[in-house]
């Protein structure tokens, strides 16, 4: 039973690798949690603004990766022979993990505009 089992997991270990490895770029980067301006310290405003920037920079990284293997993968097909196009549905998924990461970017950062305005209306207004 235990053989059986180990083995059943390892089928389904090796018929899942070609997914986990379809990105080169890994998961897309976490975003840091919100903080509520009207209760955060000072030090807790300077951690979010430093979590942001950690999270922008990741992802901007993650999305030129998602680009970059994109124009790989173009290139190759391209290239071999015969020269073929690039599946429209791979273009398609990473635009779509492209778009996704900058909408989150977007939201993340307008929820930390909003604490830093509420913080500075409570403390220094």
Do not use: W
């Not at 071999?80 to 977007?106: G, M, R, W, Y």
């Amino acid at each position: 039973m235990f053989l059986r089992l180990c083995a059943g997991f390892a089928l389904a270990m090796m018929t899942a690798a070609p997914a986990l490895a379809a990105s080169a770029c890994g998961s897309p980067p976490v975003a840091p949690a919100s903080v509520d301006g009207n209760t955060a310290t000072e030090a807790q405003i300077k951690d979010a603004v430093s979590d942001f920037k950690t999270f922008q920079t990741e992802s901007d990284t993650y999305q030129s990766c998602l680009l970059a293997d994109l124009k790989k993968q173009e290139a190759e097909a391209a290239r071999s022979s015969p020269p073929k196009t690039l599946d429209p549905a791979v273009a398609q998924n990473i635009d779509a993990k492209v778009n996704d990461n900058q909408k989150l970017k977007e939201k993340v950062g307008g929820e930390l505009n909003g604490a830093i305005i509420a913080y500075k209306a409570k403390h220094h207004g």
